[in-house]
C-alpha cells in the first residue's frame, strides 16, 4: 500500500490524542515494510512544530521525537517550479493553506491516496485527489 503521509497523522505518532493508536498502526506497518510514505519535506516542520508546542514532552524527549521522525526514512518530495506553481493553484482554488495543498498535490502527482486526520483536508481533496481519513483507514 502506498499512501501519501499528512502532518495531521505523523503528529499523532508522538502527540499522543484522538487516534494517536491508529496512526501509530500505520508508523508501524511503515516500519515493517507493509506501507509506503510519501510527503513533501516540509511536514518535518510541522510535525516539528507540533511536537514543539506539546507540554507533555520535556525538551529531551521532543528532540528525540523530532530525530526519530526524521531518521525514519519517508520518501521526501522536495519542491519544484512546477510542484509549487499547482500547490498554489490548488491552494487557492480550494481555499486552503499552501502547505495542506502541498499534501494533496503529491497525491494528485503521484496517483496515490492521501491519509489524513483533518476533516477540512478531506474536503479539499475533492476532485483533485483520492483521499482517506485516518479513522475510516484500513491496514
Known amino acids: 500500500m502506498s499512501l501519501i503521509l499528512d502532518a495531521s497523522v505523523a503528529a499523532k505518532w508522538f502527540n499522543f490524542e484522538e487516534?494517536?493508536?491508529?496512526a501509530v498502526e500505520f508508523k508501524q506497518a511503515f516500519v515493517e515494510g507493509d506501507v509506503e510514505f510519501a510527503a513533501p519535506t516540509h511536514i518535518i516542520y510541522e510535525v516539528g512544530n507540533s511536537i514543539w508546542k506539546n507540554p507533555q514532552l520535556t525538551d529531551r524527549d521532543a528532540s528525540d521525537a523530532i530525530v526519530s521522525l526524521t531518521r525514519l526514512g519517508l520518501?521526501?518530495?522536495?519542491?519544484?517550479i512546477e510542484r509549487s506553481a499547482r500547490v498554489m493553484e490548488i491552494a487557492r482554488t480550494k481555499r486552503t493553506t499552501f502547505y495542506d495543498a502541498a499534501y494533496l498535490q503529491a497525491a494528485?502527482?503521484?496517483?496515490?491516496?492521501?491519509?489524513t486526520a483533518?476533516?477540512?483536508?478531506?474536503?479539499a481533496a475533492k476532485g483533485i485527489a483520492k483521499i482517506i481519513h485516518l479513522k475510516d483507514a484500513k491496514l
Open 118 to 123: 483533518d476533516q477540512a483536508q478531506v474536503a
Open 75 to 80: 520518501d521526501l518530495l522536495q519542491p519544484t
Open 108 to 115: 494528485e502527482e503521484l496517483k496515490r491516496t492521501l491519509l
Open 19 to 22: 487516534l494517536s493508536e491508529r
